[in-house]
């Protein structure tokens, strides 16, 4: 099979909307050049489009007209290095995901520890902010979790009792070994995002040992992060205010 057709059938394959890159096509140093002729022929035909340098996509048709990719497929493509996640999404973008503001911020932060990503394409606008810990694609999703809690004073409208409900629900869904590694990542995280995973974990009733944690944190420390205990029952061993 010729690099041409290769490249359509791959094409043919993506979903329409959805963005992709050179990276998506595993092709080889030598395969390149026929591979990006293609492509520009397939962008004169309006087969695809072209975002930004290397970024692409599949015109979505709809009775309203054309419909490209929303914000978070468009920044996708930057949140990979050859195939390997790096980055995440996090900020207001995150915490509106998860249900805690109803507000939607006009720039998007990307979390990396090995890059600082920013973006600016029409509209799509993103800066850097500077993960923790090193991105995977296995523990991502914990890292969005916990910058929740890192970042629970500067989320706006939010509600305190709702979104303490939702933090415990979403810690429920991980299983034990997934609080396990969640646990060990929240060390690398400030005192106080220490303190609230422990009271939030410890609400959940999940029998798994936080002595880790709690030797992690200054017991003459008080974290004021504005809870009250009717709210989470448990602030009072983690010097929660």
Known sequence: ???????????????????????????????????????ERLIKKGKIKRISTGVF?????????????????????????????????TGLLLYNKMGLTTQ???????????????????????????SYVEVTDD???YLE????????????????????EILITKLKEFDKNQSKELLRIALSYPPRVRAFFGAL????GNKIDLT???ESLNPLSEYKLGIAKEI?????KWNIK
């Open 104 to 130: 939607i911020p006009k720039e998007i932060s990307i979390a990396s520890r090995e890059k600082r990503i920013y973006i600016s394409k029409g509209s799509i606008k993103a800066n850097a902010v500077k």
């Open 201 to 204: 974990l410890e609400n959940t």
């Open 145 to 164: 979790y916990l910058d929740a809690l890192k970042d629970w004073k500067k989320i706006p409208d939010l509600d305190k009792k709702s979104a303490v």
């Open 57 to 89: 996509y599949k015109p979505k048709q709809t009775v309203f007209g054309e419909l490209r990719p929303n914000e978070e497929k468009i920044i996708t493509p930057y949140l990979f290095n050859n195939g390997k996640r790096i980055a995440y999404i």
């Open 1 to 39: 099979m010729n690099i041409a057709k290769k490249i359509q059938e791959k094409i043919n394959s993506f979903e329409r909307g959805n963005t992709f890159t050179y990276q998506d096509f595993s092709i080889k140093k030598e395969e390149y050049s026929a591979t990006s002729k293609t492509i």
């Open 212 to 214: 880790s944690l709690e």
């Open 232 to 236: 989470l029952p448990t602030i009072e």
């Open 139 to 141: 523990n991502y999703k």
